[in-house]
């Protein structure tokens, strides 16, 4: 089987799968398998905003310690591979074949999510490339995402907050629940500390529940030092930090990060402090307020939640040259409402696009909510990029992590410079 044959073959399951009541159906593919994640350890990492980045900072700082690492992730953004990771890499495509063979020869007739089908190709992967360690990012919630069928070694939760509200509950005090089922008897949860206090107790109690010891970051020996859209330094404990990923939310990341690999060198991982500060200067993530040019100042962001496109709005309004441009695409499934007044409270001009993903909003109907213009998305980044350039300011393309995606295919000429040729 070649990648395109992989490929068709993950996309002939549903995306959801037929709903799920508990973990039995992936545990029945992961038995015909032989139990792969048997064979491997993981820091299993739950969360609304910050997955990504915590996995991307604790393998970061693995890899450079000599641990080989495997990544996890969802969903892609330059293309499917980059889901899958080890030591920073794609699963190449004769690999993704071979391994998406096994699975379809293994497979029982059961209707299997793409997901599902997605991790086992990945608990495959790392398996024969023997990675000492397996940072492995949720899907969807926890209790019932199929990650969870994994036995941790520490379990993390990032910032919770409201998402996926239609399966996982319609408060932060019910998301928290589902994403608390990633906790592991006796095993310990570490808990980022930006928070509230409704989400703290739910993880606490869940935590006392089942003997897991609950590590929060001391907020108390935090200092920012400095901040601009290029990264940032902090200092915690004593030692200074410095970030490429810009964003102050990006600290609590860091935090959440640290914690995490003091729990791994207990655990007899060892990952030296030179190794963790090194490990933050190169995280680096595609579509995480991702600068694309600097003259004019080019942004990118897949925030698609009210909280993930707050945290974009505060990095603009602090750091960012003014006035600011947009290109917004959202899907309907998402709070429309909210993410368009985070994104009109700092943005002189919205231009909205659809056509992205099959359930993008109407460009429209998304200009109707947030006072913006509909465009085409190559038309809209281009005018956005001109109008920045001409008034010094920063463009800035945002909403969706699926919107990211399309990005390389809308390449242009501006001036002498061509635009979105992006990083993997």
Known sequence: MNASQA???????????????????????????????????FVHVAGTNGKGSVVTY?????????????????????????RIRVNGENIPDEALGCCCEMVRAAA?????????????????????????LVCWETGIGGRLDAT??????????????????????????????????IIKPGRPVVLSADNGADVRQVIAQTAREKDASLIQPDLSAFSAVSTSV????????????????????????????????SVLNQLGICIPPDAVRQGLVQAHIGARIQVLCKEPLI??????????????????????PKPVFAVLGVLITKDVRGVAEQIGSVAERIFCVDSFAPNAMDREELAAVC???????????????????????????????????ELPKCQFQHGSEKYFCMES
């Open 371 to 405: 006072n913006g213009t509909p465009a085409k998305l190559s038309d809209a980044v281009e005018e956005a990029v001109r109008l920045a350039q001409l008034h010094h300011g920063t463009a800035v393309i945002c909403g969706s992590l699926y919107l990211a995606a």
């Open 230 to 261: 290029f990264g940032s330094v902090f200092t915690y404990h004593g030692t200074e930090y410095h970030l490429t990923m810009p964003g102050k939310h990006q600290h609590m990341n860091a935090l959440t990060a640290i914690e995490t690999i």
């Open 148 to 181: 969870n069928v994994v036995t941790p070694l520490v379990s993390v939760i990032t910032s919770v907050s409201l998402d996926h509200t239609g399966i996982l509950g319609n408060t932060t005090t019910e998301i928290a629940a589902q994403k608390a089922g």
């Open 7 to 41: 490929l068709a073959y993950i996309a002939s399951f549903s995306h959801l799968g037929a709903p799920v009541q508990d973990l039995s159906r992936v545990s029945v593919l992961l038995a015909a398998l032989g139990n792969p994640q048997d064979k491997l350890r």
């Open 58 to 82: 604790v393998a970061e700082a693995a890899q450079v310690a000599g641990y080989r690492v495997g990544s996890f992730t969802s969903p892609f953004i330059h293309c499917f591979a980059d």
């Open 299 to 320: 942004l990118l962001d897949g925030g698609h939640n009210a909280d993930g496109m707050k945290a974009l709005c505060d990095t603009l309004r602090a750091d960012a």
């Open 108 to 132: 029982p007739d059961l209707p299997f999510s793409q997901f599902e089908i997605t991790m086992a190709i990945a608990l495959l992967y790392f398996t024969q490339q023997r990675c000492d």
